[in-house]
């Protein structure tokens, strides 16, 4: 009699019941109900054996990783962002990687434009004044901000989540929008999200509040640091909803204490989840914890799109979203 042998996958984080559910409909699945952070050994332990990794973005995985496991054919990331991949190496190795792209796209620019206008309108300042018992009287300066609406909203990474921004400050607050990106939109998409290409020193230097939808690279570390800063207007917020590192934490923290810019809204930070004990120190700073696509439909549709990727690409070499297509076998 034929036994059937079925992939073998690991979970390296917990993840949606039904989700591990399906998997286990076609695969060996090793899981991690306790949700430890494994140490890079016990994960590369772990992959022993294993057709398929199922990760979330923290897990890290280059050229070491895949020679310690060669059996590895297909990493799905739960993230549209994908810094943890050494893609290179990944691609040498012959191994697949997948993240999990537009499902995230509006609950992510929705929440960069909380924090938008949380930062501007000084909402969260406002509440810990609140909650402190400072409130004892109205004053004709008390927590006054900025405006948002009519105000001219700055892009810097205009992927699909910088044009989910950018259409909601066109159509829905009347804002102008200008954006810079490494390779300008074509005429018909800068009209249909209502945005003007600019330099990044003219949108940092017109920019009332400025959103930051960078990927993490080489080339993008640090693109918003001292020197950028103080281009900006002394009335300007900043809001970073793309990765950490993009942004200079230490330098930022400074030109907010000095009040070289207003205020800022950050949901990603260098070295995360620890967070510049300068930028904690601020009052004039909007903090959360990596929570942008943070709802229970969209992460919901994240696993999903992960899980879907491994079955896709494991039972039957078709995966939904490739990142190096190349390495599928013919
Ligand atoms: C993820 C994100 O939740 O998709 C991304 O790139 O930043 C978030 O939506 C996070 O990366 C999981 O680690």
Redesign the pocket.
């Known amino acids: 009699m034929n036994t059937i042998v079925r992939p073998r996958i690991l979970v390296a984080r917990a993840i949606f019941p039904e989700v591990m559910d399906k998997l286990t409909q076609h695969f060996d699945v090793e899981a991690n109900p306790a949700d430890d952070l494994w140490p890079r050994d016990e994960l590369l332990r772990r992959l022993q054996g294993k057709q398929g990794v199922f990760t979330?973005?923290?897990e890290r995985i280059d050229a070491a990783l895949l020679k310690a496991c060669p059996e590895l054919r297909i990493c799905a990331n739960?993230?549209?962002?994908y810094n943890n991949f050494d893609l290179a190496a990944m691609t040498a190795a012959g191994v697949l990687g997948t993240n999990?792209p537009d499902v995230?796209t509006e609950t992510?620019a929705d929440m960069g434009f909380a924090l938008l206008m949380a930062a501007a309108r000084r909402v969260t300042e406002g509440e810990h004044f609140l909650r402190a018992g400072k409130w004892d009287r109205w004053a004709y300066d008390m927590l006054i901000g900025q405006d948002v609406h009519g105000a001219t909203l700055g892009i810097l990474g205009m992927g699909r989540i910088g044009r989910a921004i950018a259409r909601r400050g066109a159509l829905g607050f009347g804002m102008p929008v200008i954006y810079h990106n490494r390779s300008r939109l074509p005429a018909e998409e800068e009209a249909e999200v209502g945005a003007r290409y600019v330099s990044k020193e003219e949108l940092l230097k017109t920019a009332d509040h400025l959103v930051l939808v960078v990927p993490y690279s080489a080339e993008s570390h640090h693109s918003i640091g001292a020197a950028e800063l103080a281009l900006m207007k002394p009335s300007a917020t900043l809001i970073n909803i793309g990765r950490g590192g993009v942004v200079d934490d230490a330098a930022l923290a400074q030109a907010l204490r000095e009040g070289r810019i207003a205020a800022a809204g950050l949901d990603v930070f260098e070295g995360e989840p620890k967070v510049h004990p300068d930028l904690l120190a601020c009052s004039n700073v909007v903090l959360t914890p990596?929570i942008?696509?943070?709802t229970v439909p969209t992460r919901k549709a994240?696993a999903n799109l992960a899980a879907d990727n491994l079955i896709g690409y494991l039972t039957q070499g078709k995966p939904l979203t490739p990142l190096n297509p190349e390495v599928i076998p013919a």
Request: glycine share 26%; hydrophobic share 45%; aromatic share 0%.
């Open positions: 979330t973005g923290g739960m993230a549209v962002g999990a995230l992510t990596h942008g696509s943070a994240m």
